[in-house]
């Protein structure tokens, strides 16, 4: 026993220093001299990650509720009822989603239009960034169903250029050309990127 407790007191010697030594040497060498101006340094604020809009269908009821999610935060935009036009669609839905989206370009973060983007590269300027949106459905609601609110959903559009540093990249006439008469015309794309949450 006294060998092994010898070789245990050694153990944690040498780990006590090499603790202490680790520390130190992690110490920041940047010294913050209090000033009136603003440090170079300091941390930029990065920009708040943008909102997820949910969609609930509620079979039972007969109604589609829509909310915004930011983190734990909830807050409702509207509720309003499961109605059909002649061809099967959900006009209303439609009608709210396309305004949740224009409305949450601000207050929610959405990523909106962007065709004139000369000074990054995609993936800096948010052309690849997609907004989100959560269908929230019982298992038993009809698959042709869930079809037509996707639909719904994917009726707020953007305009968005994909290719880096175009030297201009309009939105598309008629035509599908640009009508700023640039060489290409931007990409025409869902606002929102559709994922499942079943009951």
Not at 37 to 48: C, G, H, I, N, Y
């Amino acid at each position: 026993m006294v060998p092994f407790i010898d070789l245990l007191m050694v153990t944690i010697s040498f780990l006590l220093i090499t603790a202490v030594w680790s520390s130190m040497a992690r110490i920041n060498a940047s010294a913050q001299v209090p000033s009136n101006k603003k440090s170079d340094t300091e941390p930029k604020k990065k920009d708040k990650e943008p909102a997820v809009l949910h969609v609930r269908v509620s079979d039972k009821e007969k109604k589609f509720i829509l909310q915004w999610q930011a983190g734990t935060k909830t807050e409702d935009i509207i509720s309003l009822e499961m109605e059909q036009d002649a061809t099967g669609k959900y006009p209303k839905l439609e009608e709210e989603i396309k305004k949740a989206y224009v409305s949450g370009q601000g207050p929610q973060n959405l990523s909106g239009d962007d065709v004139s983007w000369l000074q990054a590269e995609a993936d800096d300027h948010g052309a690849n960034k997609l907004n989100q949106a959560i269908i929230h459905v019982d298992n038993a609601f009809p698959f042709s169903e869930v079809v037509k609110v996707i639909d719904a959903i994917y009726m707020p559009r953007r305009f968005v250029c994909f290719v880096p540093k175009p030297q201009c990249c309009g939105k598309p006439d008629k035509s599908g050309k640009s009508a700023d008469g640039c060489p290409q015309a931007a990409d025409d794309v869902p606002a929102f990127n559709v994922a499942f949450s079943a009951n």
